[in-house]
C-alpha cells in the first residue's frame, strides 16, 4: 500500500541553524501538507501546497518557514534560522485531491530536536 | 473559524469495556470530520471519517462514530476495548478541500 515517507525519522540542529526536512508524498497525490507537534501539545497545521504554490497557511508559518517541491517526487519545509521553540514533530501529509473531502495520508513525522 | 474540543485528555478503560472518546466541533459550514490515532512514535492513522450521507461511520478496528449535527458532536466508540487499542486519539475537523483542525487529543489507557 503507498505510503507517505519522511526523512531523516530525527534531527538534531543547534538554534540559528537551517534545516530542510524531506518527505515523499504518495504518488499521484495533489496536495501536500505540513503539520507539527511539540511535544504534549495537539497537531497543528502549517501550511498546504498546491499546483506548485502555497494554497493556505497558518500564522505559524512566517517567513522563516518555506516550502519546495524541488521535483515530481519530493516535498520539503526548510526552516531558515531555527529557535528553541521549533523543537516538535513535524508531519508531512498528502491527499488525492479528487475528492475535496478526501483524507489526508500521514508520514511518520521527523523529530526536530534545536538545542 | 473551526475549532474541536475533546472532552476528557485522558481516559482508561478497562479490557472488554466499552470505549467512549468525546469530540464536539464548532463550525459555520457543514463540516467534515475525523478520527486519527497515533500510537507511540509513530504518525497519524485515520480510524474513520464523515464527509455527507449516513451520521454512523465505521472504521478500522471495530471503531465507530456517529455524526450529531443539532449537538456538534462526533463521539468515538467502541463496544469492547483491547489492550492494543492504547494510544493517543485526535479529533479534527476541516471543511472541503483545507487543512484539518486538530483536537488536543485523548490518551487512552487500556488495563487487564
Known amino acids: 500500500e503507498p505510503e507517505v515517507t519522511q526523512t531523516p525519522s530525527h534531527q538534531v540542529t543547534q538554534m540559528g541553524q537551517e534545516v530542510i526536512l524531506r518527505c515523499v508524498p504518495i504518488s499521484n497525490h495533489l496536495y501536500f501538507y505540513w503539520y507539527r507537534q511539540i511535544l504534549g501539545q495537539k497537531v497543528e497545521f502549517l501550511v498546504s501546497f498546491y499546483n506548485n504554490e502555497i494554497s493556505e497557511k497558518s500564522e505559524i508559518f512566517d517567513d522563516q518557514f518555506s516550502v519546495e517541491r524541488p521535483d515530481g517526487s519530493n516535498f520539503t519545509l526548510k526552516i531558515r534560522s531555527t529557535k528553541l521553540e521549533d523543537s516538535a514533530m513535524y508531519f508531512c501529509?498528502?491527499?488525492?485531491?479528487?475528492?475535496?473531502?478526501?483524507?489526508?495520508?500521514f508520514g511518520p513525522g521527523t523529530r526536530l530536536t534545536v538545542t | 473559524a473551526q475549532s474541536v474540543t475533546q472532552l476528557g485528555s485522558h481516559v482508561s478503560v478497562s479490557e472488554g469495556a466499552l470505549v467512549l472518546l468525546r469530540c464536539n466541533y464548532s463550525?459555520?459550514?457543514?463540516?467534515?470530520l475525523f478520527w486519527y490515532v497515533q500510537y507511540p512514535n509513530q504518525g497519524l492513522q485515520l480510524l474513520l471519517k464523515?464527509?455527507?450521507?449516513?451520521?454512523l461511520v465505521k472504521g478500522i478496528n471495530g471503531f465507530e462514530a456517529e455524526f450529531k449535527k443539532s449537538e456538534t458532536s462526533f463521539h468515538l466508540t467502541k463496544p469492547s476495548a483491547h489492550m492494543s487499542d492504547a494510544a493517543e486519539y485526535f479529533c479534527?475537523?476541516?471543511?472541503?478541500?483545507?487543512?484539518?483542525?486538530f483536537g488536543k487529543g485523548t490518551t487512552l489507557s487500556v488495563s487487564s
Open positions: 463550525s459555520s459550514v457543514p463540516p467534515y
Open positions: 501529509a498528502s491527499r488525492p485531491g479528487r475528492d475535496r473531502g478526501n483524507e489526508q495520508y
Open positions: 479534527a475537523v476541516s471543511q472541503a478541500g483545507t487543512a484539518l483542525i
Open positions: 464523515y464527509t455527507t450521507g449516513a451520521t
